[in-house]
């Protein structure tokens, strides 16, 4: 798994200051293809180092691209780490709820920052409602609400994110790179993160043994 390319300080501070993300997402109109609160699962087959393996949670889908962010593939920092990096003082009822969180690879893109998917709930500064039940956040704003005991009910926060030009997801699934399902939150929140590229199969009503025997055949 390629490591994020954080160094001792995580530049999450400019979050609500970095355009480039937030204008995407503002930009983007319908496309006729829609996998927004899809999960990208990886075919067994896929050798790829940083999507080998990999459940992808898709926030955004439109003639513009592909916006989404990786849920399985843990990074060495956990959320303590993190906040100690962005100087955010962790409440008294909070820290042991969150301390020993690991923090996600989101994916290549912009690798430096962080992103948080979550239940809404809150007003934030940057943020987009996929779902009534998922939100993709780009400010700091939540994760000072975490912080403080304020915050969502359930998160996952990455490093980077995971995005793909127009058309080209869509060459990348004809290959048979990818399957794709309707998301679940709760494999996204709940599950252990090991379990949740075989839960993300299983939405197929598949059974991964039987797709791992095929690709190896293949």
């Given at each position: 798994m390629k490591k994020s390319k954080v160094g001792k300080s995580l530049p999450i501070h400019g979050l609500a200051q970095h355009s480039s993300?937030?204008?995407?997402?503002?930009?983007?109109?319908?496309?006729?293809?829609?996998?927004?609160?899809?999960?990208l699962i990886a075919m067994p087959s896929m050798q790829d180092p940083i999507f080998g393996?990999?459940?992808?949670?898709v926030c955004e889908h439109n003639d513009k691209g592909v916006l989404g962010v990786v849920i399985n593939k843990p990074t060495d920092m956990t959320m303590d780490v993190l906040f100690?990096?962005?100087?955010?003082?962790?409440?008294d009822s909070v820290q042991e709820q969150v301390a020993s969180e690991p923090i996600m690879f989101g994916g290549p893109v912009q690798d430096d920052r962080g992103f948080v998917l979550h239940t809404p709930g809150g007003r934030y500064s940057s943020s987009l409602p996929v779902t009534d039940d998922v939100a993709f956040t780009t400010s700091i704003d939540v994760l000072e609400a975490v912080a403080s005991g304020d915050g969502p009910q359930r998160l996952l926060v990455s490093i980077g994110y995971a995005g793909w030009s127009p058309g080209?997801?869509?060459?990348e699934i004809s290959r048979n790179g990818w399957l794709t399902v309707g998301a679940d939150a709760n494999v996204m929140f709940d599950l252990p993160i090991e379990q949740r590229y075989t839960a993300a199969i299983k939405l197929l009503g598949i059974d991964p043994m039987m797709l791992a025997s095929e690709a190896g055949h293949a």
């Open positions: 993300v937030d204008e995407e997402m503002s930009a983007m109109a319908p496309s006729t293809l829609n996998l927004a609160n899809h999960f393996g990999a459940v992808v949670y100690e990096r962005i100087d955010l003082k962790v409440a080209q997801l869509e060459e």
